[in-house]
């Protein structure tokens, strides 16, 4: 297998991680909107027998943050995500062209399993970098107008992060992380490899590359909500509960076509 590594030509790795470079930045600017509603619903207290939830769901909670803080309460917290989307999924795609190169036999008939390995094995490089992004991330996302002001942006995070308990409080909430995208990242690459083959082989019509990344993101979510309810508890410290599936749906199926899109302008390009 490390032979078959060695002998595959390089350019099929940079490909792999400049179109995966491409497509994270395109998901970040196209779902963080979505992603803050998210963590907004996962770390809002809990509402007691007598009182009203801060949120009924997450077109409410659209609605409330849009109208107290505008349309950039949605986008708080981006900078941090967007900086590192570029080098994540570059390192995504990347992994996974090498993991396929690991755990096949053969790269040009990799079986199911072969593909769901290869698919992890790019999730544990990806948490190292995705680790500190979602601390930071979700840290900004909770803060409302009305609340009091604790983090002045990406690098006043940090900072205070850094001097409450070092590198350990920054990569706070890493296992979770890593527990999220080993086993999703498997799902991702295996579901839209499969949705490809129903399609017939050649290359795909570009609504066939639409469907089978929506539906791709969709199984990743399904394997990942756990593990994403427990990480934003670790990393911002509030009570959780676990989102209405239809609410991750909404979120998920747009942002993983804009994905596939990046990924297919750059290729197609090449």
């Keep these: 297998m490390l032979d078959e590594f060695e002998h595959q030509p390089k350019s099929s790795h940079v490909k792999s991680f400049l179109a995966g470079g491409f497509g994270g930045m395109c998901t970040v600017i196209t779902g ?26 997450a077109f409410d909670c659209a609605c409330k943050t849009v109208t107290n803080e505008g349309i950039r309460g949605l986008y708080k917290g981006m900078l941090a995500p967007l900086i590192g989307a570029m080098p994540l999924f570059a390192v995504c795609f ?33 948490t190292i970098l995705m680790a500190p992004g979602e601390r930071i991330k979700c840290l900004l996302q909770i803060q409302t107008k009305d609340a009091h002001i604790k983090y002045h942006g990406p690098l006043d995070v940090i900072k205070q992060l850094y001097r409450e308990g070092g590198i350990r409080s920054i990569y706070k909430g890493s296992v979770a992380t890593l527990l999220r995208d080993v086993p999703a990242s498997g799902m991702f690459f295996l579901s ?8 017939g082989p050649g290359n795909m019509a570009a609504h066939h590359t639409l469907f089978a990344g ?13 593990p994403d309810v427990l990480k934003s ?34 290729i197609e390009k090449r």
């Design 32 to 57: 963080h909107p979505f992603d803050t509603i998210k963590v907004r619903l996962q770390t809002m207290p809990h509402a007691g027998p007598n009182q009203i939830p801060l949120y009924r769901d």
């Design 214 to 226: 929506g539906m791709a993101g969709i199984f990743n979510w399904l394997v990942a909500i756990p």
């Design 192 to 199: 839209y490899e499969w949705i490809k083959e129903i399609f």
């Design 233 to 266: 508890r670790l990393q911002t410290g509030w009570y959780i509960f676990i989102l209405n599936f239809i609410d991750f749906i909404n979120k998920l199926f747009p942002k993983h076509i804009i994905v596939l899109i990046g990924l297919r302008v750059i």
């Design 94 to 126: 990347l992994g996974f062209n090498v993991g396929k190169s690991v755990f096949a036999k053969d790269v040009n008939k990799i079986s199911k399993p072969e593909l769901f390995c290869a698919g992890m094995f790019s999730g544990v490089f990806t």
